[in-house]
């Protein structure tokens, strides 16, 4: 039992850890990708290099207003 | 082409870690002596190749070409933004720098405190060098099986991955000093930009998107991701100097 909380709690870590908001952003995208392939949107490899921006500007904001505070 | 990016975000990626797990091994080896850390660095180097051997054919038969590049773009995308977000942080002042100096200093101190056996190997020597190199050499791996088993170049991934930590060793061994001076910092920022650059490719192709000109778009994305980082430094940093601003004295 020991064993199997240790390695959750170290993949736990690994994807999500500090940054929440990062793994949300990238299954915001996974999901976006897959209604985007659902509804055959003409340009979707536009969205995920947008979406992974957007992402790593609001994790950065969010640093700096809890530096600030 | 995207092999020469390959071995290259591999080997950057190891090369950042072996530093870090260099500081260690001197700090145990200045304590404890070389033998108890090259026996921990050896120990934990196995262990990894291990993983690599067990972990990386049973991904590539044992999972569908399309659900792997999924479930390894995703991964390769978040290990590559934490990456990416902690070099911005760095770069803008916002987050100190990695101190390999500090570091070493530490692990001195409490090697120290730890007194010495009269064993060849130190035991308590060898568990912070195994542990020291071990944890750092996971991070490598896991970029290893993710790029590798999705490019198709596992071997040459982990022979890349490999001969980056002996050099480093190397080098770090015939100055027998910490290496300070490697711009870690702007070495984790271009593994980070590759790593997303390969995740978003990777990710959107196993969700059945088609790129524009194929593997050449990885190219594309890598200069894209660069320039946005670039220009979140700049915004991070001229934030911070606004903030500076208003929280000094008048």
Known sequence: MRIVRGFGRFIWDLLIGETPGITAGVATLVVALGVSDLLDVSVPYLFAPLVVVVTLFFSLRHQLKGTSK | ?250
């Open chain 2, 1 to 250: 082409m995207s092999t020469t990016v390959v071995i290259l975000a591999v080997a950057l990626a190891s090369a950042v870690e072996m530093v870090e797990a260099f500081t260690i091994l001197l700090a145990v080896a200045t304590t404890k002596g070389w033998k108890t850390s090259l026996v921990g660095a050896v120990s934990a180097l196995l262990t990894l190749a291990v993983i690599v051997a067990v972990l990386g054919p049973a991904l590539v038969h044992g999972v569908p070409i399309y659900a792997l590049r999924t479930v390894v773009g995703v991964i390769t995308l978040i290990f590559g933004l934490q990456w990416v977000r902690k070099a911005i942080l760095r770069s803008s002042g916002l987050k100190a720098l990695h101190d390999e100096d500090a570091i070493y200093e530490r692990e001195v101190t409490e090697l120290n405190r730890s007194g010495t056996t009269k064993s060849s190997v130190d035991p308590i020597g060898f568990t912070v060098a195994y542990k020291g190199t071990f944890l750092e050499g996971l991070e490598v791996v896991i970029i290893v099986l993710t790029l590798g088993t999705t490019s198709g170049h596992l071997l040459t991934a982990s022979l890349a991955a490999t001969v980056t930590a002996l050099f480093v060793f190397g080098v770090g061994a015939t100055l027998s000093r910490q290496l300070s001076k490697v711009p870690e910092n702007k070495m984790k920022m271009g593994v980070g930009v590759m790593l997303i650059s390969f995740g978003t490719f990777w990710s959107a192709e196993g969700l059945q998107v088609h790129w524009p000109y194929s593997d050449l778009s990885i190219v594309g994305l890598i200069a894209f991701y660069a320039v946005a980082s670039y220009l979140l430094v700049l915004y991070l940093q001229g934030s911070r100097s606004k903030l500076d601003r208003k929280i000094a004295p008048r």
